[in-house]
């Protein structure tokens, strides 16, 4: 959303420059121009960005363009003497405390429609989010969006189409896994399976590591095997096979947004923990009877509804979170 040279840009532009300006007689010719001046321009990015220049690291976008022309080269039989040294091990991550998660969540969902509903969803979530991107096909339209806010992305695409096929990432959470040397953080993630994207999106808003539908795509399977170890809290309102031992707490839909919004512990919770939830310092249920919904924090009643519409009950379940505030790192 906000372009800048040092990045993949700037070797795209110079590559396109030398092409047009370029006397090459052959297509070897043309191509090993190329290369070399992706090559120069790639190693031009560190004295763009001064970001990159302080970490000795280059620009991914701008590093994936140069390995294309490299690659382009090496396929025509051009010995490119490639001395360019990438470690792939290497963490480039820029750890620091203050860091800014103005939009920490970070979404990708497919919508269902034809394709000349993309510019429409454009423009109806520009003003959610950024790192916004969307790609129209046959099949439907992807959509990936950084967002503040989950429950909003979803209510606005509900407007014009339906939604599938959802991943919900809490980009601060996996942060805080890679800088725990600087900050103290819970030994345990959470990963909850839904059947509704409003739902998934209170999940990931209430403190679930990464919250997705229950289609188990191979994306969605490399993700839980990210999150999968010795201490891992897993809760679905349905069986899903993963592939795994770890223990599946089964729950009604409520009653897994009642279990996130209050983790407070740092500890893996027991079974008799997680079905007790008064057993948190800070805690908020969602109790039914006699047709009414009852919200209570810490045991004391906030709010209730007689209305048995979903979207009454997702109102309860968002002063929950608003008023518990869910945190999972204890700094």
Partial sequence: MRPKEGTILTVAREVAEKSESSNSSTLTDLIQELFFEAKKALLKTMDILSVLKNKDAY?????GLYLFFSSLAKAVGIDVNDDIDIDLEKNYFLYDDSFDFENPYDMEFKISGEINLEPIIRSSLSSLGDEFITRGSSSGIYVHVHTSNPLKVVEEVYKNSRISNIIIRDMHSQYVDQSNDELKFKDFHILAFGSSPGLIALYAMSGADAAMDKELTNKKKNIINEYINNKTLILSSENINLGTSKPIYL???????SVLVSMYTDNL???KEIRRLSSYTNYAKLNHSNDIYHLLINGELIDQTR????????DLAMTAIEKLNPKKVTV
């Fill in 59 to 63: 620009d991914a976008g701008a590093w």
């Fill in 307 to 314: 209305s048995v519409d979903k979207n009454a009950i997702i």
């Fill in 251 to 257: 729950m009604n839909e409520i009653e897994i947004l």
């Fill in 269 to 271: 919770p027991t079974e």
